[in-house]
């Protein structure tokens, strides 16, 4: 069998997580919160899923700018790697600038920022909007002329090394402060202290920021999260809300040129009273305090992990055998996975619309044997579901909430 030996990098990554927490416990700091780590989490799985189903696409974009509009040919050699990797994290620096200063590409990048917390878990905060946006970007280096598949393999090293950032639990690494991006660089580009602001958009070295001006040193401890902190673990609503707020602003614009000053404006033009009204229309009201004081239930929280943990599982089963699984199945699974990520959020929210999230993750289920096991699945899958749906309405429904919110 041919395996997909990427899928590993799942769990890899949990195992440093793992660690950095011990550390962390070790140093007797409170650096991971239940549904920070959770929300942060879901985020990842959701990118991990559809970046399996979007990586061709990036990779045919690549082959063909290179082969129609290549300027060079550039060779893999020694030469070529060092100038696509300094290439690369030049193209970086600008992408990740422009994501904090133009509109447009905030509202898809301000998933990655929101997270009360700073560590690992924190670096899957990535979505598949934002690697849309960053391929625009990195379109320029087959242009160049470098070679799609040395791209792509660029891509994968330049990708693994902020993960490493996104810690609290390392120091200042002396010299390595004047040449590399450093854990203490990037806590102060997560910090929402004024003084922090729109700094160190470095990826993996730090003279791109010291040559542009954007460079400040940690000093004092950061402030982690969005200026205007988000209050909300909803899946949905992370990916969204930015997106959410720029339609709106550009509605409320009036004049052509008063849209396009929105959409490509500075975050800060934004009025920040449109995230309000998009709150109440549609988060339901302390969410956030209500979860806080259910989730300290060890029940609910080993429900919510058990919901998380399963996920990883198939995720990683489905990443690895991903040749062997048919289109329809390959469907199914992503469908079962975000209904899974969308239903840990609605539960750590306490949304009453949990329950049918449940319901269709079942069905979802229902289908998937129906679709391995054939026409013998049929009277098994009808019996099954009658018997489900009395016991929705005689005992699940009035039992359900009870049981995991306590």
């Not at 600008?94 to 447009?104: F, G, K, M, P, T």
């Not at 598949?128 to 280096?141: E, K, N, P, Y």
């Not at 996104?166 to 390595?176: F, P």
């Not at 080993?302 to 699984?325: C, E, H, K, R």
């Amino acid at each position: 069998m041919h395996f997909n030996w990427l899928a590993f990098a799942v769990p890899l990554f949990l195992l440093f997580i793992g660690l950095e927490y011990l550390v962390a416990k070790r140093q007797k700091k409170n650096y991971f919160h239940f549904n920070n780590s959770v929300a942060n989490l879901n985020i990842g799985v959701g990118e991990r899923l559809l970046d399996s189903f979007t990586v061709g696409g990036f990779y045919f974009v690549y082959e063909y700018l290179h082969q129609h509009f290549a300027l060079f040919d550039i060779q893999a050699n020694v030469w070529g790697w060092v100038g696509l990797l300094i290439a690369t994290d030049f193209v970086w620096y600008w992408y990740h600038r422009l994501a904090h200063e133009i509109n447009v590409f905030w509202a898809v990048h301000v998933v990655h920022h929101q997270s009360d917390d700073f560590n690992y878990t924190v670096s899957a905060r990535i979505t598949v909007f934002q690697a849309v946006v960053r391929t625009g970007f990195w379109s320029i280096l087959p242009v160049v002329g470098f070679p799609a598949e040395m791209i792509t393999t660029m891509l994968l090293i330049h990708g693994l090394y902020p993960f490493f950032l996104h810690t609290r639990t390392i120091g200042k690494l002396g010299w390595l402060e004047y040449v590399l991006v450093t854990p203490s660089h990037h806590r102060v580009h997560h910090a929402s202290n004024p003084q922090y602001l729109d700094k160190n958009y470095g990826d993996m070295f730090i003279i791109w920021d010291k040559l542009f001006g954007t460079f400040a040193e940690e000093e004092e401890e950061p402030t982690y999260g969005l200026t205007k902190p988000l209050d909300s673990h909803s899946f949905l609503w992370q990916h969204f809300h930015g997106l959410l707020e720029l339609l709106m602003a550009t509605q409320r614009a009036t004049g052509w040129s008063a849209k396009w000053a929105v959409l490509f404006g500075r975050p800060d033009t934004v009025d920040p009273g449109i995230r309000e009204e998009l709150e109440n229309r549609f988060l339901s009201a302390n969410a956030v305090e209500r979860s806080v004081a259910h989730n300290k239930s060890r029940r609910f929280r080993g429900y919510v992990i058990g919901q998380l943990a399963g996920t990883l599982l198939i995720l990683f089963s489905f990443l690895l055998l991903d040749q062997y699984v048919p289109g329809y199945l390959q469907f199914l699974t992503a469908l079962f996975i975000l209904l899974t990520a969308i239903n840990c959020g609605a539960l750590l929210e306490q949304r009453q619309w949990v329950l049918y999230l449940e319901i269709g993750r079942v069905g979802v289920l229902w289908l998937a044997l129906y679709a391995i096991l054939g026409e013998p699945m049929l009277i098994v899958l009808g019996y099954i579901g009658a018997l489900s749906f009395w016991a929705y309405f005689s005992l699940i429904q009035k039992r359900y909430f009870r049981l995991i919110y306590g």
